[in-house]
């Protein structure tokens, strides 16, 4: 199938894949006299003696805001904020299909960091969670960051966490079945953006010790010209031993490779250099930094990509509809890290001793147990950080 020129077609034919519908009756005068006026004077009052009350008295409990500015679409880049809007439908689709979740696109027509934060800040009163969304590095780590201080709802980047939290489980799964050590293996990361950040900030809170990130300009370390502030910080952690190079040096000797980077970047010369039994997460789309059959022709012993068409699917759908329906759930004020890892090993949890495998390391995105495991994970979490109310 021609999936672009089918999908557009569909598209013209669909006109939008996500609508509103009314929960309650409205065939009666009755039924307006409770769901609008006179009756719902009541519940407004309510609301207006505790806000709280609204998670209870409207639908705000299981409404989600997924935003986006539009300057980091899948693999299209800056193409604004109403070409992202069929992206944002099909998220809010997803959150409804997979966990429950009513979701609601909004595309701000800012790159302003400020003038977003503000923006969402004060919408923020509508909703019961944030779902930030291809929105490019480095801003997605201030507005992030600036919307934690000022809203009481989770916000979650969902290209950030997400994918480091079916990266983390993956993992997890795929060090279990080569009998490797998280706390004794080295990581090379090609790809220091929002996912890349990400990833490596979640393994090294789960014990990670030996790591080394790079970005275009290659390996990073402490002192190189031209860091952000997240990558300093970063700098502080990893790559203790100042190696400097590219790619090419940064995999030398590594027990794992994952990339969020550019496709082909990793050759066949450059995995036999890596230590022996290689786990490789090559996850650019549509291209890989390596296809998988080249891969475990080199060495490699579990390869993961982003794709459905090969083993080891590393999809962020298979976290964010739990991760959202369990924080919405718990009522939670924010998504931290000890709720990131509860979500990553649950889902880990969900592939047997006896299925696991290096051709298979997760659950299938459909597998009808994913949501709840993530959910329950992040609820009991939630409780017991104290960010449940």
């Not at 503000?118 to 779902?131: C, D, E, P, R, V």
Request: contains cysteine.
């Amino acid at each position: 199938m021609d999936y672009a020129k089918e999908s557009l077609n569909l598209h013209y034919k669909w006109r939008g894949k996500i609508g509103v519908l009314p929960k309650i009756p409205l065939s009666t005068k009755n039924d307006l006299s409770l769901a609008y006026t006179p009756g719902v004077a009541a519940p407004c009052l309510e609301i207006q003696k505790d806000k709280n009350k609204g998670f209870e008295l409207t639908n705000r409990w299981n409404t989600v805001a997924v935003v986006t500015d539009g300057t980091a679409v899948l693999g299209l880049g800056d193409i604004g904020p109403e070409a992202a809007m069929p992206v944002m439908e099909g998220k809010c689709a997803l959150f409804k299909a997979f966990g429950g979740v009513d979701a609601i696109p909004l595309c701000i027509r800012s790159k302003d960091v400020d003038e977003i934060v503000n923006t969402i800040a004060l919408l923020a009163g509508s909703f019961g969670g944030i779902n930030l969304e291809d929105i490019s590095a480095p801003r997605c780590f201030e507005i992030e960051g600036k919307l934690k201080g000022k809203c009481d709802i989770p916000v979650f980047h969902d290209d950030q966490h997400g994918t480091a939290i079916v990266t983390l489980a993956a993992l997890i799964n795929a060090l279990k079945a080569t009998k490797k050590d998280i706390a004794k293996v080295r990581l090379a990361i090609s790809g220091a953006g929002a996912a890349g950040v990400a990833i490596l900030k979640l393994l090294l809170a789960v014990g990670l010790k030996d790591a080394i990130i790079c970005d275009i300009d290659g390996i990073i370390y402490g002192g190189r010209k031209g860091l952000t502030p997240d990558l300093e910080l970063l700098a502080e952690k990893t790559n203790l031993n100042r190696k400097k190079g590219g790619i090419s040096e940064a995999v030398e000797g590594a027990d794992v490779f994952i990339g969020v980077s550019a496709p082909g970047i990793l050759t066949q010369s450059m995995v036999r250099k890596m230590a022996n039994g290689p786990i490789l997460f090559p996850m650019a789309n549509p291209t890989p930094e390596i296809m998988p059959g080249l891969a475990l022709e080199a060495g490699a012993v579990v390869v993961g990509t982003g794709r459905s068409d090969f083993p080891n699917q590393i999809n962020n759908a298979l976290a964010f509809p739990g991760v959202f329906r369990g924080a919405l759930d718990a009522r939670a004020k924010d998504i931290n890290d000890e709720m990131k890892i509860a979500a990553a090993y649950a889902l880990a949890g969900l592939v047997s001793d006896e299925e696991l495998s290096p051709g298979y390391i997760l659950p299938p995105l459909f597998d009808p147990r994913v949501t709840n495991a993530v959910a329950g994970a992040v609820s009991e979490a939630a409780k017991k950080c104290g960010l449940s109310r």
